[in-house]
């Protein structure tokens, strides 16, 4: 059973930072190509970065410069580390894991981004 576990969400001022984990279960977790996603209500998912096996990462541009993805193959565990945060990166955050066709998605965790 594969399962992908988000943490790390909340409640934080603009400016703020968050950091948020997807720890992997039931996966080769060292050859899968991770990303968050973000989702609002009644609007597609988006990709927010992507971290693959080789380390390689790519950021949508309306992150880029505040977002960090990064990967711990000892851990099993993803992060996404995001500063300066505005109004607008409120949503809900998906932890996916893909590989050889293959996608797994996490439950996601809530950022709420608000004074």
């Known amino acids: 059973q594969v399962y992908l576990v988000e943490s790390g969400g909340g409640l934080v001022q603009p400016g703020g930072s968050l950091r948020l984990s997807c720890a992997a279960s039931?996966?080769?977790?060292?050859?899968?190509?991770m990303a968050w996603y973000r989702q609002a209500p009644e609007k597609e998912r988006e990709l927010v970065a992507n971290?693959?096996?080789?380390?390689?990462?790519n950021y949508v541009d309306s992150v880029q410069g505040r977002a960090t993805i990064s990967r711990d193959n000892a851990r099993n565990r993803v992060y996404l580390q995001m500063n300066s945060l505005k109004p607008d990166d409120t949503d809900a955050y998906y932890c996916?894991?893909?590989?050889?066709?293959?996608?797994?998605w996490g439950r996601g965790t809530q950022v709420t981004v608000s004074s």
């Open positions: 039931g996966i080769n977790f060292k050859i899968y190509t």
């Open positions: 971290i693959t096996s080789n380390g390689r990462t």
């Open positions: 996916q894991a893909r590989a050889y066709g293959r996608d797994f």
